[in-house]
């Protein structure tokens, strides 16, 4: 850490947040890496979307569509979504950051479950809010708890459902209860990044429930199965007050012209959803059962990953080096207050098993 500057000072608070740390991407052991650590899409992005980018070569020297007006509309087509209420940001990082901004800030407090995405409280801080941590029962959002920790200075509660790091979910009917018992002053974010990996028949991620109340936003991402990370393209659909908001605090070309063109592809690629969906689906559910069968715990997960749980942070921490010296970089979870984890991305079938063999390795030496 550098020493701070004895005249030149950002905003009180600003020096106490402590930096987003991603997932590593080399192991630091086997010379070829198997990354395992970001929740990338191991199928990468449909080849519509990767024609859809590479068209836009000859025009890197124009300004994109500031109103993204045809994602918009590709969006709102493959959803049943109304265009006008959504707005598009350079990733779901963007649109977290302006939602602090235009609703939190010094005397103002922003939620978040124990084990939820680093973001929420980063993004808060970063406004001057205060952001508070609600505890989890069993690793799931307690709606009761939620409610609970609400106060006067309440403005933002976020909810990521399906849950980064956890892969637990709560169902839409508690998320309705908790959207309904919000203080009138509170906006609920859904975060959405993971919604599509979730198997349950018409789970909407929350768009239904922005339709029917005005105080709920949902955000969406185009970096986990739609595999474009690299492009940083995310949106969020809200009531008109908030759409208005956010489209007077955005910057004006926010997402790039290949993050366009790319993302509009790629969400109109059903085919391609699909088919990623339901692969991750099949080694999620074998790589979890392959855990379980070597006595790793973990809980049923609705995103891309699994979260290994471990009998101490130790055996964790161990694990991992076990890991890495294979080659495999996972996720080491003691930031997000669960030490004796790690979060392991889906990958496809050789990843999935390489894992496997891994963790028995390890197991059997112990």
Known sequence: MTTPHPTIRPQPGVLDIAPYVGGDSASGGASETLKLS????????????VAAFQDTADRLALYPDGAHGALRQAIGAVHGLDPAGLVCGAGSDELIALLCQAY????????????GFAMYRIAAMTAGATPVSVPETA???????????????????????????????????????????????ALLVVDG???EYVTTPGFDGGAGLVEARDNVVMIRTFSKIHGLAALRVGWAYAPGHVVDVLHRMRGPFNVSLPGLAAA????EDLGWVTRCAAE??????????????????S???EG????????????????????????????????????DALRITVGDEAACRRVAAATAAFRDAA
């Open 38 to 49: 970001s929740n990338e899409n191991p199928a990468g992005a449909s080849p519509a979307a």
């Open 104 to 115: 939190a800030g010094p005397g103002t407090e922003v939620l978040h479950t124990a084990h």
């Open 139 to 185: 690793r799931r959002a307690d709606v009761d708890a939620i409610l609970a920790a609400c106060t006067e200075q309440t403005r933002l509660v976020f909810l990521a459902n399906p849950n980064n790091p956890t892969g637990t979910m709560i169902a839409p009917d508690a998320v309705a209860r908790l959207a309904a018992g919000l203080p009138d002053a």
């Open 193 to 195: 990044a993971y919604a």
């Open 264 to 267: 509009r592809a790629a969400v």
């Open 280 to 297: 991750n689906a099949r080694w999620r559910d074998w790589l979890a059962g392959a855990l379980a069968a070597q006595g790793i715990a």
């Open 299 to 301: 809980d049923p997960s």
């Open 304 to 339: 891309n990953f699994v979260l290994a749980r471990f009998t101490s942070a130790q055996e964790a921490v161990a694990c991992d080096a076990t890991l890495r010296r294979a080659g495999i970089v996972v996720r080491q979870m003691a930031g997000y207050g669960l030490p």
